[in-house]
């Protein structure tokens, strides 16, 4: 069991993160272009227009991917910070860090693209309906990791502060997820659903599931590029960043 | 013992001796609820229908107010410090701090209520259920604000930075509180929502203490 755990912590090593990550993003980010370009086109040409909403439907394929991430980035993003806060690993808070602005801008895009699929198809940009209500909150909790972890100047405390948030966030989310849902619900009715075939035309769903795809690895290479910034920059008097990065070792300087 | 008797005396006669703090948040609460009808207009059934919501989004302004006191002045004198290396619980201090806490500043918001809703021309019962809800309410308002208090302590700007971390958390509260007198307004049960809003007290009166706690470690180490 010992031995185990050891193999998977061993990416934890800020140097060996660096250098795995090094290839990671690239094959990451290339792949997320590949798959954004087969998946819009896919969307914008293959696809035939809705018989009822035309061609305005198109805007779920970029819609429902982000609002998939945003949500589900905020469970990855505690995830990280727990582990960062318990085991002590800094890359899972560098992670946990990186993670937000990511969410941030995919909670964002889904309230933009729903803002703009609302004006066709419900005749207001805004509505005050459950899942854009909840959407909208789940982007100001993104504000509020990132605005806490930029407050606090030591950042080590900066970190184990914003876990403890986000980790009382992801109790709060399906609290508020059903109690906004609760409050109010107008917004059409899931269309993706797991246990009955989706009521959409193939070349819809796989549009939908090309770029869901697209989204991952876009969000992957996006939060692991940041991670290894926000790492360099964290490790900038080790050894191993002078080494990687070329640099004539320069005195130790203490930490200010 | 869950609650630290000494401790809630202390705090409350820390208080006693200071009510300006308590009243400015009741002040507060009063003026914020008073400024609705001079923005929206005299109508009386359009201020009905408003009463709820507007009376809890005063509510929660006038706690989030509140939270920054909640443990700046044991921070600022050091006797925080002395809670954190006591042989009790921080949890079991926190709580108790908490309730000291609720005790000055949220239940006069439930007492000043009632007062506020013949203002905005609510019903009796209306008015009673409205005195339930911020009954139940404001102590879960309390509880998950501790939290951003102590994440906030000793930073510049904290209290702006509160309001971030701590509003969208309180959404539950607000929708299940003002939908309760919703529900009364509308000759509904408010059963369903009160009982939602007691099941959030209990899970946030075991859960935030703990919480609450980390966050004051983390910040006074």
């Known amino acids: 069991m010992a031995e185990k755990s050891i193999q998977w912590f061993k990416f934890a090593s800020p140097a060996r ?3 795995l990550t090094g290839r990671l993003v690239w094959g990451f980010g290339i792949l997320a272009a590949v798959l954004f370009v087969v998946g819009l086109y896919m969307g914008f040409v293959l696809a035939p227009p809705d018989y009822q909403q035309g ?25 990280y910070a727990a582990v960062g806060l318990i085991w002590r690993i800094k890359t899972a808070e560098i992670m946990a860090k990186a993670i937000a602005p990511t969410g941030a801008l995919m909670a964002f895009l889904a309230l933009w693209t729903g803002a703009v699929w609302g004006k066709p198809t419900w005749g207001a940009f805004w509505v005050w309906d459950a899942r854009l209500t909840s959407s909208l909150i789940l982007f100001f909790m993104y504000l509020g990791f990132i605005a806490l972890h930029a407050a606090i100047e030591d950042r080590q405390r900066a970190a184990n502060a914003s876990a403890v948030l986000a980790l009382v966030g992801i109790i709060n989310v399906p609290i508020i997820y059903f109690s906004v849902h609760w409050w109010n619900t107008l917004h059409q009715g899931a269309t993706i659903k797991a246990t009955s075939a989706p009521s959409m035309a193939a070349i819809m769903f796989f549009t939908v599931i090309v770029m869901v795809f697209a989204y991952w690895m876009y969000s992957i290479a996006a939060v692991l590029a940041r991670a290894r910034l926000e790492l360099l920059e964290r490790e900038k008097h080790a050894a191993w960043v002078s080494e990687r990065l070329n640099l004539p070792r320069t005195k130790e300087t203490p930490h200010a | 013992m869950l609650i630290n008797l000494p401790l809630l005396r202390r705090d409350l006669t820390l208080a006693l001796r200071r009510p300006q703090d308590a009243l400015t948040v009741v002040g507060f609460f009063v003026v914020v609820v008073a400024l609705f009808p001079l923005g929206v207009g005299p109508d009386p059934q359009l201020l009905r229908i408003l009463a709820p919501g507007v009376l809890w989004v005063a509510a929660l302004l006038a706690t989030m107010l509140a939270l920054e ?6 921070y600022r004198d050091g006797s925080l410090e002395q809670l954190l290396i006591a042989p009790e619980p921080l949890a079991f201090l926190v ?16 007492l000043i209520s009632p007062l506020l809703g013949i203002q905005l021309g609510l019903q009796s019962e209306e008015i009673l259920m409205m005195a339930i809800a911020l009954l139940i309410g404001t102590p879960i308002l309390s509880l998950i604000g501790a939290i951003g208090a102590a994440l906030t302590l000793g930073l510049r700007g904290g209290g702006v930075l509160i309001s971030l971390l701590i509003l969208p958390l309180y959404v539950p509260t607000l929708i299940l509180g003002a939908g309760a007198v919703d529900a009364v307004m509308h000759g509904l049960s408010a059963q369903a929502h009160l009982s939602l809003l007691g099941a959030l007290l209990i899970l946030a009166v075991m859960l935030t203490p703990w919480a609450t706690a980390a966050a004051l470690r983390i910040m006074l180490d």
Do not use: E
């Not at chain 1, 998939?68 to 905020?74: D, K, N, Q, S, T």
């Not at chain 2, 709580?95 to 439930?110: D, E, F, M, Q």
């Open chain 2, 69 to 74: 006191r909640l443990f700046m002045d044991d």
């Open chain 1, 17 to 19: 993160f660096y250098d």
């Open chain 2, 95 to 110: 709580l108790s701090k908490v309730l000291a806490h609720w005790l000055i500043t949220g239940l006069p918001l439930v």
């Open chain 1, 55 to 79: 061609n305005s439907y198109r805007i779920i394929f970029i819609h429902v991917p982000s609002a998939w991430m945003a949500m589900f980035l905020y469970v990855v993003m505690a995830i």
